[in-house]
């Protein structure tokens, strides 16, 4: 309530491209690519309670390298949605009665955008919970042995590699490099290379910390 009367505000965001964002209804013409990878790489996972900040697009670019090339794109871009509806933990989103919903209009028009299969795969699904475990136990003080969604679900064994927790500039040029990986530069922006500057990296170098 602001001076004892309602606001209203309209279903849409503005971007950081500058683009009019409706949720609700979203148009091809304003999902962009850099605006997906910018938002994701400065959100946090677990809603910022990690030891070190670790975003989502990091763990994005982690997932498409854990499924085989037909889905590497759809695991890459899997929480794009997030860009647009932000990122909330899973336990929180289950009381939000018509997030799921948003998220599926949302996703909807970027996998047709970008041309990959939704919902999300088996492969994508194991991949995103490879990750969680394996984020929580790096990453969270209590190393998720207490979540009880193990109790339903099989926790995925334990992977040996860490994780660099890379800097959201660092985050985005990642991101964006493994789209035109997989993708090309078929959507714009211009991918140019002075802004991906993660493209002389060596992926398998880059879990490190």
């Given at each position: 309530?602001?001076?004892?009367?309602?606001?209203?505000?309209?279903?849409?965001?503005?971007?950081?491209?500058?683009?009019?964002?409706?949720?609700?209804?979203?148009?091809?013409?304003?999902?962009?690519?850099?605006?997906?990878?910018?938002?994701?790489?400065?959100?946090?996972?677990?809603?910022?309670?990690?030891?070190?900040?670790?975003?989502?697009?990091?763990?994005?670019?982690?997932?498409?390298?854990?499924?085989?090339?037909?889905?590497?794109?759809?695991?890459?871009?899997?929480?794009?949605?997030?860009?647009?509806?932000?990122?909330?933990?899973?336990?929180?989103?289950?009381?939000?009665?018509?997030?799921?919903?948003?998220?599926?209009?949302?996703?909807?028009?970027?996998?047709?955008?970008?041309?990959?299969?939704?919902?999300?795969s088996e492969e994508t699904s194991f991949a995103d919970l490879t990750m969680l475990s394996d984020e929580a136990r790096l990453l969270m003080p209590g190393q998720g042995v207490n979540w009880n969604m193990w109790d339903s679900i099989e926790r995925p064994q334990q992977r040996f590699f860490s994780l660099?927790?890379?800097?959201?500039?660092?985050?985005?040029?990642?991101?964006?490099?493994?789209?035109?990986?997989?993708?090309?530069?078929?959507?714009?922006?211009?991918?140019?290379?002075?802004?991906?500057?993660?493209?002389?990296?060596?992926?398998?170098?880059?879990?490190?910390?």
């Open positions: 309530m602001i001076g004892g009367n309602q606001m209203t505000i309209d279903p849409w965001i503005e971007t950081y491209s500058g683009t009019k964002f409706e949720f609700l209804n979203p148009k091809m013409t304003s999902i962009n690519i850099e605006d997906i990878a910018h938002a994701l790489a400065h959100q946090c996972r677990f809603n910022g309670h990690t030891k070190h900040f670790y975003s989502v697009a990091e763990h994005s670019v982690h997932c498409s390298y854990l499924v085989s090339p037909k889905h590497a794109l759809q695991a890459l871009l899997h929480d794009a949605s997030e860009a647009y509806l932000t990122d909330i933990a899973s336990p929180v989103k289950q009381y939000l009665s018509n997030y799921k919903e948003l998220e599926k209009v949302v996703m909807e028009a970027i996998a047709t955008r970008y041309s990959f299969e939704w919902p999300m660099s927790c890379w800097l959201p500039l660092t985050a985005k040029s990642m991101f964006l490099t493994r789209f035109t990986e997989l993708i090309g530069n078929n959507y714009g922006p211009s991918l140019t290379t002075d802004r991906i500057y993660a493209s002389v990296w060596n992926y398998a170098d880059s879990f490190r910390v």
